[in-house]
């Protein structure tokens, strides 16, 4: 095995853990850590970790658990996402966990955190309203206010206060971590097939399930061999996936639009861990720094209003700056955010002649034979044209 | 973040001797309901000739809004909701639905926003249509995420600018004075855009004013609903509601809002007076939870009338403001009291299990059998995770519970046969406990 192989592999087995079997892992390495769940899409990581607790990713749990309570307490017509995280709360699942953190991405989510905490009495649950406005001071000074909020209550409720110091070394470790991942989005953004979207995807995604300190040597390594490795070369389309910022598609998926003829050169997948577009200066006040760069140096997505950066343009020019030559619109069942955007996606990219599909997934989906012919078409449509 | 469920007390008490009697019930839907339909055809009639006389305009939402500071410059508030809702009620909302999947959007999106767009873009709006075209889009982010994208889309459709006002959920016991402090900031930009809009200087004292005829309207609002404690029960207040709230969530600010509602309260006080119901036996007292389903509002509702069941009280009434536990815009105060009806006084902005516990005051208070939840797949803000709060009610409470399932306005959700089947069901259960438990029937019934 290369290391690469080994590497992606090592994620892979992460994957496949619940969230608590995780933080058990990572307690083999840093002994009595807690945990401490992050729904998606972005939350200060930073400020988790500088509270001596592990931040996690809470991504549903795809299909590693049956739904048997939690879709009582929510419809058929919420995503799955959703249901899978309420009901490792329902089943007590969350063992190790000190407590999550939701925010403001979408009714769903807000009710979730509600019903969770309900549900999960001895649990700290935190909701942060991220703001939904143009940088303007006044957005700056509310989300410092907001950052600061979550700082006190976390250290109250631990009973140790974060110090400025604490989390300038976390964003230390976080900045490296992003930084390595954009090195790797970039690697394959230029020779594409030398990393697999599904590959970068599950690297990506285990980074939301390792501790900093542990994900930046296995970054590490990856960048490194990564030179080495000889890209897969075939006939492919260059695509951006788009609309996957909160559930997580079953790496099936990515593999069959892979397999159908594309090369992801750009995604949304796990964007709340990558954020931000540069490293964020700590500086004298650090959590100021942090909603700083959530307020002005953030990429788009779905979840945010920014009047400054409006999303159409995002996307076209994530495309543009990939060389992409079409893309694909993956969302998740239910998602009204994903779903609502995709009417000014398809208007914008139809006024400038990008191809596109959409396409519909949920954690539970177990056959991608029809997806994979639906992308065939499209990229044969696209390449024999 | 708060997770409480504590009953929030309670503004007005009116308690009323239960004297049944036949007179005037016939006539009770008629008379409020009449006044109601006065006040917002004149404003209808406003918007009617906006569309071509020039008359500045402004998109708002309903949720939490501050139509006051528009109403302060003469601009006519416009609401795509009420746009939607009118569609539904009218059955005239299919098409446009349709239109608006053919753009793009998916059948799971909220039908309101695909009514409203399909009617749109099919020349609704404009010059041409029957709805003005706004020149300001506000977007009052009162709870709903769907508020953002629905405002962004008509903006860009129709290339309108868009003032956003974030507003921060309330996420611990109180809105902290940042939380207060970042809305004020985002009020005057508003009013900075108003002035730019029209051309006027904003005027203080005029808010006052309008914030006083609010007050007034919204102390009507307290007590017509308080009325509702009463057996039998004035109104409905699920399917009645809708009569009052246009005029306290669209026309808020203005006298005719204010008058509106002394007239009803008039009205209902009478009909309490003389023991008269809304319906000629009320047997059944339910607490209703989410929006209904427009398309089939008669339908829906002749299936509890059946039943002899009154709502007297429902958390959907209260999406623009919870003006019955006590708050009141204060003319003293006006960016302030403004900025905090918007964060924390309108059921949107707050948590799930905060609405458990309005839902629990309005069962102990304003003494009802039954809990009835419409589940509405369009409106996510509502809906998501109802079955949690049907877990709480009856497993917790002990209150007997319905959930029932379909649209606020796309018809093609509403299944009557199956809904009958439930309702039906569901008060038999309730009538054969009742009888098992010799308990006495409720005042108000006949013998
Ligand atoms: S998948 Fe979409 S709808 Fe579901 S919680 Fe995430 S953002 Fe909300
Ligand atoms: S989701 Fe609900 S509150 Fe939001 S716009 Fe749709 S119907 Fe209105």
Redesign the interface.
Known sequence: MTVVDDAVQQCRDLLDLLPAEALARAQERHPRVAGFAVFPVYAPVEIIHAAGLMPLGLFGVGNKLEITNA?????S??CSI?KSTLELFLRNEMKGFTGAVFS?????A??????A???APGMY?????L????P?E??R??TR??FR?FRDNLGARTGRPITDDAVARSLGLYNRVRALTRQLYQERRHRPGVLSAAELFTVAQACTRLMPEDAIPLLEDLAASLPMRKPVSRDCVRVVIEGSFCEQPPIELIEAIEAAGCHVVDDDLVVGWRLFRHDVPAGPDPVAALADAYVADSCYTS?R?N?AQPR?TGLLRRAKDAGADAVVFAAA??C??A??????F??ALDEQGVPHLKIEFEEKMWTFDRLRTEVETFTESMLFE | MTTGTKAPPVSATVSAPAKPSASAARDYRGVVHDLSKTVMTDWMNQLQAAVHDGTPTAYLMISGNCVEILRCFDILPVFPEINALQLAIRKKALPYILKAEEIGYASDNCAYVKADMGYTLSGGVGEEGTMPKPRLIVCNFVGCNVYIKWFEQCAAMMDVPLTMIDIPFVRENQPSPDDVRYVMAQLRTLIEDCEKLTGRKFDIDRLREILAYSARAEEGWALAKSLCRARPSPFDCYFDSINMMGPINALRGTKAAADFFDGAVAHYQKMVDEGVGALDEEKFRIVVEGPPPYPYYRNFRNLFEKWKAVAVQSTYSTVGGTWEFGFRHDPERPLESIAEQMLMHNLCNRTMTERYAQIRAYVERWHADALVIHSVKSCRLFSAGQGDMREYFTKELGVPTLMVESDLEDPRYYAEAQMKNRIDAFFESLEYKRIREGAPQPAGSQP
Do not use: M, W
């Open positions: 879709d009582s307490r929510f419809q017509f919420i959703a403001s991405i979408c009714d769903v807000r009710n979730l955190a509600s019903v905490g309900r549900n649950l935190e909701y942060l309203h703001p939904q406005s143009s303007t006044a957005c000074e509310f206010s907001e909020r979840v209003f009047a159409t069942k239910f009204e955010p779903l609502l955007d995709y009417v000014l398809r208007k």
